[in-house]
């Protein structure tokens, strides 16, 4: 999927990406699951930003890409020892370690052309991540 090698070329900071998913937790819950609602918001995020052109483009698509692959995970018990959940519902507060390793991981072609992160290399970034300063 030479699409996906796109967009995992395209470097996404751990801030930028972690400033993304608090963008998408502040929105009005109705429109969270609204992919066009939540692309206007990213895209306006990231002019703001001064982010334009192309670089524009592909950094809002591999942030929501990212996003979704950490939405897919979280759902699962993959990182279940590194959230916490809101009293909002459909908000999840991730540890800083998730996003970073989200920030790094490489997205992989699951199904029907979806995206997502290998659950178990993801596990094992974030592990390494976490170690790396001690608290793993």
Known sequence: MA?????????????LLGEAVELFANM????????EARVIQLFEFLKDKGFTGRR?????LAINFRITAIAQLVRGDHVKGWTLP??????THL?????????????IEYSDNAVAFDENSFVRRVLHVAQ?????
């Open 86 to 91: 809101d009293r909002e519902e459909g908000v």
């Open 132 to 136: 790396a300063r001690g608290r793993a």
């Open 3 to 15: 699409f996906l090698d796109r967009v995992n070329r395209t470097p996404v900071s751990p801030k």
């Open 28 to 35: 009005p819950p109705e429109d969270r699951p609204v992919f």
């Open 56 to 60: 524009h483009s592909d950094l809002a």
């Open 95 to 107: 540890h800083a370690d998730v996003i970073k390793a989200a920030a790094k991981e490489p997205l």
